[in-house]
C-alpha cells in the first residue's frame, strides 16, 4: 500500500517549483491533492493532467477567507485534510535594510509569514477531525543567519522557525505534528529567474562550487524528504528543523 493512500493532501504553492514536485511527489504515492496557487492555468492543467486524486484551488495564501474556502473545497471533494504543506513563499530583489521600502517589506512577510499562519489556523480544526495529522513549513537556510541585502526575506525565515515550533506545543495533544524543512539553493523559477525586471537571478550571481554538494538541489529531493516527514515513519518527529542544503550552513570545504 501507498504511504498516502486515502489521505488529503493541500500543497499550496503548488502550482510551479517545489510545489509542483511535493503535489506530484504525494500524488505518486496514492494521495488526494489539493494543488492551492495563484496561477490558474497552471493548477487546472496539472489537476487535469493527475485525474480524479488532484483538485486545484485557487488561493493567495495572505487572504482568510482564501484559506477558509481552500480548505472547505478539500473536504467537500475529498474529506478531512491529514497533511498541509506550507509551500508558497516569495524573494525579493537585493536592497540594503536602509532602502527596503515598507511596501516590499510587508509584501515579503504577509506571504512568508502570515501565510503559513493562516494557514494553520484554518486547517487545524480539519486536520482535528482527520485524527491527526502534519503541517510542514517550507523555511529557508537564510532563516539561520544574516544574509546581506535580504533583510525581509532573512526575517521572515527566522519568524517561520518560531511559529514552527511554537504550533507543534499547541497542537501536540491534538495528533498534530508540526515540523520545518529548510532548504538551501534549489532550482526553481525563485532562483533561476530574476526576482523583478533589472535584477539578476540568484542562480546568477551565486556560485555552489566551494561548498560539500557543488550544485542547486533538485525539487524532488525536498519531496523525498517531505513525504517522509509527513508519513508514520517519522511519528516521533515534531517541531524538529530539518535543514537540506548540500552543506552551505557548514561553510566552504578545504582547498
Do not use: C
Not at 33 to 52: C, K, N, P, Q, S
Not at 185 to 193: A, D, G, H, R, Y
Amino acid at each position: 500500500m501507498r504511504r498516502f493512500e486515502n489521505r488529503t493532501v493541500l500543497v499550496t504553492g503548488g502550482t510551479s517549483g517545489m510545489g509542483t514536485a511535493h503535489v506530484r511527489a504525494y500524488h505518486g504515492e496514492g494521495a488526494r491533492v489539493v494543488i492551492a496557487g495563484r496561477d490558474a492555468e497552471a493548477g487546472t492543467a496539472l489537476a487535469a493532467e493527475l485525474g480524479d486524486r488532484a483538485l486545484f484551488q485557487r488561493l493567495d495564501v495572505t487572504v482568510e477567507t482564501g484559506w477558509q474556502a481552500a480548505v472547505a473545497a478539500a473536504e467537500d471533494r475529498f474529506g478531512p485534510v491529514s497533511v498541509l504543506v506550507n509551500n508558497a513563499g516569495t524573494q525579493h530583489p537585493a536592497t540594503l535594510v536602509e532602502h527596503t521600502g515598507r511596501e516590499l517589506w510587508d509584501a515579503t512577510l504577509a506571504v512568508n509569514v502570515t501565510g503559513p499562519y493562516l494557514g494553520i489556523k484554518a486547517v487545524t480544526p480539519s486536520l482535528r477531525r482527520a485524527g491527526g495529522g502534519v503541517i510542514v513549513n517550507i523555511g529557508s537556510t537564510m532563516g539561520h543567519g544574516g544574509t546581506a541585502y535580504f533583510g525581509a526575506y532573512v526575517a521572515s525565515k527566522w519568524a517561520l522557525r518560531g511559529l514552527t515550533r511554537t504550533a507543534a506545543l499547541e497542537l501536540a495533544r491534538d495528533n498534530i505534528r508540526v515540523v520545518a524543512i529548510e532548504p538551501g539553493v534549489v532550482s526553481t523559477p525563485l532562483i533561476t529567474e530574476p526576482p523583478a525586471a533589472g535584477y539578476p537571478a540568484i542562480a546568477e550571481v551565486y556560485s555552489p562550487e566551494p561548498y560539500a554538494i557543488p550544485r542547486l538541489a533538485d525539487p524532488a529531493e525536498v519531496s523525498e524528504l517531505l513525504l517522509f516527514l509527513t508519513s508514520a515513519g517519522a511519528a516521533f518527529a515534531t517541531g524538529s528543523e530539518y535543514v537540506l542544503d548540500g552543506g552551505l550552513l557548514l561553510g566552504p570545504v578545504p582547498a
